[in-house]
Each structure stands twice: as structure tokens, then as C-alpha cells.
């Protein structure tokens, strides 16, 4: 079985490290096959960190993924080549992707703790016939662990979309500390594991020293560096 990290966040958007940082430790600290990087609304940090594994020689292979804002909470766009617009309603996000060739995953589902699509979004969704591809049943937060159990009961009876694990990692050391097992070994062999529905969430949960290293600048980071940015129209140049 591959493992893949599908939620990862560099310093090209409100994590803290850089891509080779990150490339780095996954390289020499994880049996990591395949991540994602998913940076919050722009897809040109994802492009960067696939060239830059490409130029290295990495046996890991990259994803081009991003953390897209919806109307509705946060959503996973993997597998696409475009920015997703944001701030659309979250069953045109989800098409929009699905447009693009893309995979739709909710991160951190139902969580109060950060900006997640909520129970009544899913059903709603689910009955007006569109579909999203996965459901990151294990985030090892706490941000992502306090709705998980109802999450993973929400997808199995309702949703039933395949179930995935992510760090959703802002900081290097962090990355696969949960992860997506699945048949294979390639990015191309997760994305069909997806759509079958083969795959398994994994992971080990956060301590307080793993929650609390660098969370002030962690949280400047995502409350006012990255907003700012946003607001003055401006993109990561890599």
C-alpha cells in the first residue's frame, strides 16, 4: 500500500516553511509516496513544488493541489491546473473542479474550530445530486479531530465518498503525521483509489507540543499576512 499526504501548506501561502523545507524532510523523514501541496486559493505554489521535486530527482511526487474558499467553508481541489474562484457557493465549486478534471475532498469536516463545511452543506449537496470525491475522515489537529467521529458516520451513511487522511501540515516536521493509505504507488494510483473509494485514513493525532510550537506566528501568518495579501490582489510569484 502507497501512503500520501493530501493537505500540506507552505510559506507560499500561510504555512511556515518553504517548499524545500518541506521536500526535504518528507525525502528523509517519512515513507511518504506521494503529497499535496494546497495552499489556500492559488494553484502556482502547487506547479513550483512539483518542478521543484522534478529538478531534485525526488522519488516522492507532488500534486498539484489547492485549499479552495467556499461559501460554505474550506474545500480541496486536487489534481487541477487552474485556480478555483472563491467565495462561490459550494456545490459550484465542486463542479467547477470536477469541470477541471479535478478531485473535491472536504478537509476537517463539520469542524467548529476552523472555516469547514458544515453537516447541513454535505446533506444539502448530497441531495441536490453532486457529489464530492472524499471525505478527510483523520486531520490530526484538534481543529480536526473534535467533529471526526460524526464525520466519518456522515460519510458512511450519507456521502460515501472515499475516506482520506492529510496532516494539513503549516509546518515541515509535521508532514505525515497522518496520511491516505491506498493501492499503488503513484499520484495517478491515489486519484483512482479516490474514485473507487479503496482507501484508508490514517494518522497519529497531535500533542500539545506539535499544537503549540510557532502558533503565534503560525496564526499572524493566517490572520493577517495571508488576508492582506488577498485583499491587494496579490499572487505568490515563486
Not at 506521494?34 to 522534478?54: G, K, N, Q, S
Not at 491506498?182 to 494510483?189: H, I, L
Amino acid at each position: 500500500m502507497g501512503k500520501a499526504d493530501l493537505q500540506i501548506h507552505s510559506n507560499a501561502g500561510d504555512g511556515l516553511d518553504s517548499m524545500e523545507e518541506i521536500l526535504e524532510h518528507v525525502e528523509t523523514r517519512t515513507d511518504l509516496d506521494v503529497i499535496a501541496l494546497t495552499d489556500h486559493d492559488a494553484v502556482r505554489p502547487a506547479m513550483a513544488m512539483r518542478e521543484l521535486a522534478a529538478r531534485r530527482g525526488a522519488r516522492v511526487e507532488v500534486v498539484i493541489g489547492i485549499e479552495v474558499t467556499t461559501r460554505s467553508g474550506h474545500l480541496l481541489a486536487l489534481f487541477v491546473d487552474k485556480d478555483i474562484p472563491m467565495l462561490r457557493p459550494l456545490r459550484e465549486t465542486v463542479r467547477l473542479i470536477h469541470e477541471c478534471g479535478g478531485l473535491a475532498v472536504v478537509p476537517h469536516p463539520l469542524s467548529y474550530l476552523t472555516f469547514s463545511i458544515g453537516e447541513r452543506a454535505l446533506r444539502r449537496l448530497a441531495r441536490d445530486g453532486e457529489r464530492v470525491d472524499g471525505v478527510e475522515t483523520m486531520n490530526p489537529s484538534i481543529a480536526g479531530r473534535v467533529r471526526a467521529t460524526r464525520a466519518a458516520r456522515l460519510n458512511r451513511e450519507t456521502i460515501r465518498a472515499a475516506e482520506t487522511g492529510s496532516s494539513d501540515a503549516h509546518r515541515a516536521v509535521l508532514v505525515g503525521t497522518a496520511w491516505t493509505e491506498f493501492p499503488g504507488r503513484t499520484a495517478e494510483d491515489v486519484r483512482r483509489a479516490i474514485l473507487e473509494r479503496t482507501t484508508v485514513a490514517n494518522g497519529k493525532p497531535w500533542g500539545v507540543r506539535d499544537h503549540l510550537s510557532r502558533v503565534a506566528q503560525q496564526q499572524w501568518r493566517s490572520m493577517v499576512v495571508a488576508p492582506v495579501q488577498k485583499a491587494r490582489g496579490r499572487r505568490w510569484e515563486g
